[in-house]
């Protein structure tokens, strides 16, 4: 990797973006542009439709709503270049030629694609199908994802991909899937893009317990547009130690998804070790370790992203943005795409 390796991630825009995608990756992309990586954020249109091709008609509001998002944590469209898949005709050519060198055997099994699948199954209320056998009820473009994906990062080049947990089968495909060209080809043409995962918080916890991921549908989440009352009456109301029911009692802060909270903040506050102290001896009680969580640390968090997306709200047109930011993938992309056809010798002279 290049020292200031080129950073892709992004998003699908099916929803308001929370504090899971904050902590799992939008304050790594704000780093890394801080650092002057390159960095292509990627709104995953295409991707909406895996689950439900019938919602394309909420994208587009979506695609507002979430570049929103990004200035509000700090995301500078004059660093990065922020773009929809879609308008990206490179990613769909390279979508198709990783197809043809992907083996059936590289998806099946991918266990993020399983998870989505049964629990849209669930949402859906669908009994008929049976575990195991998810995927034959799903189209073959939910199947095929992750090949899409990997042209959603290769098509730039992309080294370093900034993701949840549950992205890692991804991100490992899409390495494969570039060594396999590479080598059919016999020539370096991509990258092996890296997967970095926060470390003290892989994935961070809902509001109704440990076992559950934050999530948009799950009606477990704090969005970053959330307003700030509505956040305290959400973390009031949200799941901590099942064995600490009353303050006194000694609590066990690695099960608590407050705790978590705590945890993926702890670089903003370096005090972390008294609150775990406090917890495990009972001093601290859980609805003061809530008040002093929003007080110190979510509150002004929140405000500060609340600031900044007003000031944009009142001086930004997303659509430049992101016509700005799509027209530097489009760039990138054909140069990778002519590169590609030339070692395949599909460079026809015509
Ligand atoms: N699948 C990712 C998600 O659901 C979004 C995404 C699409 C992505 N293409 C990507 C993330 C490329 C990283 C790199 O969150």
Known sequence: MTDKGLVLTGDRPTGPLHLGHYIGSLRKRVEYQEKGHPVFII?????????????????????????????????????????IQSQVPAITIL???????????????????????????????RTDVKVGKEERAFTVGFFAYPVSQAADILFCLGEIVPVGKDQEPHINLARDIAGRFNDIYGRPIFPKPECVVDTITPRLPGLGGPDEKMGKSAGNAIFLSDPIALVWEKLKGAYTDPEKPKKGD???PDICPIFA??????AEWDNIASVREDCESGSLGCFDCKKRFFDTILQPFLQRIHERREVALGSVDVWEIVRQGTSAAN????GTLELVREVMGIDYPM
């Open 95 to 125: 979508t198709e030629i990783f197809q043809q060198i992907t083996p059936y055997s590289w998806l099946a099994n991918n266990p993020t694609v399983k998870d989505e699948m049964r629990r849209h199954l669930e949402r859906m209320g």
């Open 331 to 334: 760039k990138a992309g054909e």
């Open 261 to 266: 909270y705590w945890n993926a903040f702890e």
């Open 250 to 252: 000694t609590g066990h």
């Open 43 to 83: 709104i995953a249109d295409w991707q909406v439709l895996n689950e439900d091709p019938s919602r394309s008609g909420m994208i587009r509001s979506n695609i507002e709503t979430i570049i929103l998002d990004y200035l509000s944590v700090g995301i500078d469209p004059k660093q990065t270049n922020i773009f």
